[in-house]
Structure formats: C-alpha cells, structure tokens
C-alpha cells in the first residue's frame, strides 16, 4: 500500500496550492481518507477528511473556508486545495486513511490510521 503526497512548494501569504494524494494497493473508495501537518516543533494535528463517498467532508476550524478537500475514486486520489494561504499554514502535510467517518478521524476515535504518506512540505511566505 502506498500513499504518495504532492503539490506542496513555496507560495506567498494569500496564495494558494493544490496538494494531490495518490494511493495505490488498497481499495480507495473504501477507506475515509484525510490530510494531517506538521509544523516545526509542533504536534501533528488533523486538517481536513473526506468519506467514502466524498460526500462528506469535515475540517479543523483554522482552514474551515480556505481549504477543500475533494476525491476522485476512479482516479484513486485525493485532493486539498488550499486559498488565501497564512505563514502558519507552514507544515508538512500528511495524507492517511482508515476506516471509519471523517468525524472519528477528526476526533481520533475508533478505528486507528491504517495508512500514511510521506509528506509534502508547505511554505507561506509573509
């Protein structure tokens, strides 16, 4: 199983990116999956999910209007289109996918983390 993140680089603030999860060895549409980061010296923290179906989504309050997290099942990827990009944005990004609802990801409760990505690190430039 493999979880491959790209699309983070260096953007000015208000700038935006698209960071692309490709997956490969699992069955994609069967698993919600999400996007954590990492910032320097800090946690890891949860930024947004997506379930099954793509039909519901759910974010971390800092993103919630900026960010979008989309799926494509034919495609077995996984999207997050980042606007109006702020210096603590900076982090590397983590995609990951389990079982469960976006909910249960967000709130790490039920089932654990089946699978990670490497990441992919995101700059905002003030």
């Known amino acids: 199983v493999q979880l491959q993140a790209s699309g983070g680089g260096l953007v000015q603030a208000g700038g935006s990116l698209r960071l692309s999860c490709a997956a490969s060895?699992?069955?994609?549409?069967?698993?919600?999956v999400g996007w954590f980061r990492q910032a320097p010296g800090k946690e890891r923290e949860f930024v947004a999910a997506i379930s099954q179906s793509g039909g519901i989504s759910v974010y971390v309050d800092s993103v919630r209007g900026r960010f979008t997290i989309s799926r494509d099942n034919a495609k077995n990827t996984m999207y997050l289109q980042m606007n109006s990009l702020k210096p603590e944005d900076t982090a590397v990004y983590y995609c990951?996918?389990?079982?469960?609802?976006?909910?249960?990801?967000?709130?790490?409760?039920?089932?654990?983390?089946?699978?990670w990505g490497k990441g992919t690190q995101v700059t905002v430039s003030s």
């Open positions: 990951a996918a389990r079982m469960g609802s976006p909910a249960e990801m967000k709130l790490n409760i039920g089932s654990h983390i089946n699978y």
């Open positions: 060895g699992l069955t994609f549409s069967s698993y919600t």
